[in-house]
């Protein structure tokens, strides 16, 4: 089977978007959308570094690709509706594995109707998944990062450092310890929250990001970006119920630098922590007040067993400032 | 210099676009298009499948790779206007090497006016550029492979082989010849026709595809997709001045199969050539009446040396049909 062949195999046979004029098939892909704003991001997972044979398998490995894009979009207060997929594959993926890769993304484009309008498959020498994902979102109802303010609440949803602890387990670093199966579709099956995103739409002013690289750094990003300090108290940081039976020093880093629990961290002012409780109920998803935001110059600080440290956005750098 | 670092170092200063909203910065870049439908599609460049580090320099790789993707905009009518680019970048390409790629992307990116919206670089075995091009065609206006029409002219704009010429000069295959700064750089600076097509917006019906895989490849995608033959004519295929220089065999191939020219093969009903060279000499590119769409299931026919042959894709199964 040659790479135009291939790509007919991926050509779904009915598309989800109305908004899409032209899907697969010629030079490129056609949709209007004169009522909303465009969002659109890249996201490349190289085999070896992303991901691997022994940890996913090919149906996972599409999954997931397009699960990160997705909640790309959840970050942004935006609704995915289309991706273009681009994969190099290497000889050693065989043609049903190269099929199963595709499956996986269709399955989760069908789960989060998103519809695959574009794709270039092409031989090289080890996998790389590109996919750009398309959205929308209301117009200038996009949500950054920078719009953070002194005396916003922080929250997140569900629990963090379960995509680590999976893999960790996938990987055989763990025994005898329970809920497995559990972990591993954290890391396997990432759920983005894009129906808990759609019911902030009425707030004013929400600041969101994804938890793709640990809160540490999506905190610090915010941060970052608002120019204002983010304090986040340990105690309240969310984890699952069976999270204590992980060693301590894994917990930790885990929950703050591990990552790809592609959970929602946000602000918002305080006023508004209600509506955030209700948004979460609404639509089955727990979430959790974790910190505040405060002055300051685009630092992250956690307040840990009486003492308040920086937190570094990939946990090599501790530096304790008080205590 | 880490992959988040990078990102920023490819920022650009402004964007051209003014219906771009968020470039690169957040978890996602945010636009708006209200009145034009748009138009997207994704190409990828592998090292040592589409490119070489013997071939072409890092600033060439950059520059050609968001050719080819600007190519695709010009095929359908479009006008490119964003792009998101994603990198893996082996060790062996330095930092300096790594800026130059942009540099290039940046160049092209400028003198088309493609804002460089988004972006992701990401470590692994061998270099891979991926290019996810975003541009903008009026309403109902995008033009499709689909619609040749029985007795419609073929045109094609410039020259044909040129960049397969220019390849074979870079790899040392060719000695004692002339025009060689002119084929290498039909080979490293392909210049998309994307003011040619804009002066066929007023027309109500032109088929059009751009020349990457060679016309052979092209002329099929048409005749495929409209359901019908395209007869060409071997005498009418336009060649630079000095191509007959060039061995027999070669030139046949070049012309036909050797692709890269990135020049636009078209269809139009006999009444709007005319139309079709006032458009070229308004923009300064060369146009040529090639051939005619006839009643078929979509074949592609070459007239040469008083036969008429099939002409195959990819120019290895030739096979007489009459004489």
């Known amino acids: 089977m040659n790479e135009f062949d291939f790509i007919k195999t991926i050509k779904p046979s009915a598309y989800q978007q109305s908004s899409l004029i032209k899907g697969i098939g010629d030079d490129a892909a056609v949709f209007r959308q004169t009522h909303a704003d465009i969002v659109t991001a890249v996201d490349t997972f ?43 594959f290497s000889s050693e993926w065989k043609k049903e594995e190269r099929i199963e890769i595709m499956n996986g993304i269709k399955t989760m484009g069908k789960k ?32 950054y990062r920078s719009t953070a303010e002194v005396d916003d609440v922080v929250f997140v949803t569900g629990t963090l450092g379960d995509s680590a602890a999976g893999l960790s387990i996938l990987l055989g670093e763990q025994s005898g310890v ?29 600041t969101l990001n994804d938890v793709s690289d640990g809160i540490a750094n999506e905190a610090a990003e915010i941060a970052e970006a608002s120019q204002v300090d983010i304090y986040l108290d340990n105690t309240k940081v969310p984890v699952h119920d069976t999270f204590h039976q992980f060693d301590q020093d894994q917990q930790y880093s885990w929950k703050y630098f591990g990552g790809e629990d592609f959970e929602i961290l946000g602000t918002v002012p305080s006023e508004e922590w209600e509506a955030i409780k209700r948004a979460a109920t609404a639509v089955g998803v727990r979430v959790t007040k974790i910190g505040q935001v405060r002055q300051g110059e685009g630092l992250v600080y956690i307040q840990k067993d009486s003492k308040i440290e920086v937190l570094p956005k ?10």
């Open 178 to 206: 329970g809920d497995v199966a559990y972990y591993i579709r954290r890391h396997t099956r990432p759920q983005p929250r894009v129906n808990f995103v759609q019911e902030l739409n009425h707030l004013n002013r929400v």
């Open 314 to 323: 990939d946990g090599y750098e501790h530096k304790e400032i008080g205590d």
């Open 112 to 143: 989060y109707q998103v519809d695959l309008i574009g794709g270039d498959t092409v031989s090289g020498e080890s996998l790389v998944i590109s996919i750009t994902i398309i959205g929308y979102v209301d117009q200038d109802c996009a949500r």
């Open 46 to 88: 190289v085999e070896g570094v992303h991901f691997s044979k022994e940890t996913m398998s090919a149906h996972e490995i599409g999954y997931r690709a397009l699960a990160v894009n997705v909640s790309d979009m959840a970050a942004m207060g935006a609704v995915p509706a289309m991706c273009l997929v681009s994969v190099v």
